[in-house]
């Protein structure tokens, strides 16, 4: 009985050691046979692989209706490595405009034509940021080399007067010489802007109220002239 029982379990045994082996040498023909399934672990002959090497990332490509994986060592463009316990994966960026991402949604670098600025990609830097190569940046990397101009007018509203306080502006230019123009160029230039005490009342409005104040007393010494004339014409007609 014992034997019986024992000799039944070996043939199990052998059975299962030939499945395994079967399937092994199928895996193996199979890897050796499909470029695809060269670099990975487990591969299927209609999606590619399934299961990649620790360090490679699975990338999922679309053909048809299912899948089709390859086992990575960088995710392509358009889409970022996220790593994980079982699979390490290639994950699409979210925006169609970037090319290399960090994460799903913070591009690290945009496809030609846009501007990146904080993980977006941009057709136009916003206001305060100026574009140098592919990026917005809000602040020069270079220091300034020119000096400060002279303070503009004090303006407000586009008058030079008429106001209590304006604004007036300086520029500080970049250098004209050398290379460091070529360098420089790319900053636009600097300005500063100060808080500054203006007229009250314009110079022509003061000459305006003066010459209408003196129109409106001679027409008032004209309106007696006449009144006195008037007057005078009236006492000779009745002494007549």
């Not at 160029?185 to 500054?196: D, K």
Request: one cysteine or more; charged letters at 30%; a positive charge.
């Amino acid at each position: 009985m014992h034997l019986r029982l024992f000799a039944f379990g070996m043939t199990l045994l052998c059975e299962v050691i030939r499945m395994g082996s079967g399937v092994t040498q199928k895996r193996s023909a199979h890897r050796e046979t499909s470029e695809d399934c060269q670099s990975c672990l487990e591969c299927s002959r209609d999606n590619g692989c399934v299961r990649c090497p620790e360090r490679l990332f699975l990338f999922l490509q679309r053909k048809g209706m299912s899948h089709h994986g390859t086992c990575l060592h960088s995710c392509p463009t358009g889409h970022f490595g996220q790593r994980g316990r079982d699979v390490n994966r290639c994950m699409k960026c979210r925006s169609l405009d970037c090319e290399l991402c960090f994460s799903r949604d913070f591009c690290t670098k945009c496809k030609p034509g846009f501007k990146l600025h904080k993980g977006k990609c941009l057709i136009h830097c916003p206001e305060g940021t100026f574009a140098h190569q592919t990026d917005c940046l809000e602040v020069c990397p270079l220091p300034p080399l020119g000096e400060w101009s002279e303070w503009s007018v004090c303006v407000r509203d586009g008058a030079t007067c008429g106001f209590r306080w304006g604004k007036q502006t300086r520029v500080r230019e970049s250098s004209q010489s050398g290379k460091a123009t070529e360098k420089a160029s790319v900053c636009p230039p600097q300005r500063e802007t100060q808080r500054c005490r203006m007229k009250k009342k314009c110079p022509i409005e003061k000459r305006r109220n003066k010459k209408g104040g003196l129109g409106r007393k001679r027409e008032r010494k004209r309106q007696r002239f006449l009144a006195s004339l008037s007057a005078n014409a009236t006492t000779d007609s009745t002494g007549g």
